[in-house]
Structures are given as structure tokens and as C-alpha cells.
């Protein structure tokens, strides 16, 4: 693909601006002590309190068997915490901890301004427009 083919390229342009992200995000997060999946699932589980390992895979998109080493470290850094047996089937069902609290509100603003400076060249109506047309984009690949 030519250079100017890959300017307009969409899928492209939507890595380029992922692996950016990523990166200011890793820069912010390490003065907290968390990488990125940490981060996100501590936010999931702010949201959703009792999810399972399965569940935090899917919404951090990384492998259930990472997740499973994420949670683990969470839990030694005192963030998250599972009980020992499942209540129900297999599924141990996490929880954020105080400290994990302590420690995504304070991440938060700073994750916060990455965003507000990812999405600066745009208006709000143009950040939420393009929002709701990645989300249709990543439904019609089945995502």
C-alpha cells in the first residue's frame, strides 16, 4: 500500500491512534503503579463489581489466562480481591478493595486528560459522533 493510500486508510489510522493511546496511557499510569489492563480492570470493576475472570478478559481484550495473572497481581498489591472458593460454579467473582479505589481515582484524571487530549482537534458532538461510529464499525466485524 502506497504512503497516501495508508492516509486515508482507516484500519490504519484507527492502529496508529490505538498504539498512541497506549502509550501516553502506559506514560501516565506507571507514577501509579498500574499498566494499562491493570487500569482497565480496575475501571471494569468499579463499574461492575463481581466480575469474573472471563468477563474482565473480554472487556480488557487480553486472554483469559493473562487475566488470570493480572487479577493475581492486583490482589497481591493489595487492589483486588476474590474469595478463596467460588460461591457458585467456578467463577471467582472480584472486587475492588479500598486501596484499589484509592488507587483508580487517583489514575482516573490522568487517564482523563490523555482523552481529552486524544480527542482536542475535535468538538464534544464530533468526539460522540465518532464514538458511536466505532462502535458500529467494531459490531459490524462481530466485535
Partial sequence: MAQEDLEISVGYQLKRVQAALRAAMDDVLRVHGLTTPQYSCLELLRQRPGMSNAELARGTFVTRQSMNVLLQNLQ???LVERPATAPSGRALPARLTEEGRRRLE????????????????????????????????????GG
Fill in 106 to 141: 487517583a489514575a482516573r484524571a490522568d487517564v482523563t486528560a490523555v482523552e481529552q487530549r486524544m480527542n482536542s482537534p475535535m468538538t464534544a458532538e464530533e468526539a460522540e459522533a465518532l464514538a458511536r461510529r466505532l462502535a458500529e464499525m467494531a459490531e459490524a466485524l
Fill in 76 to 78: 497481591e498489591a493489595g
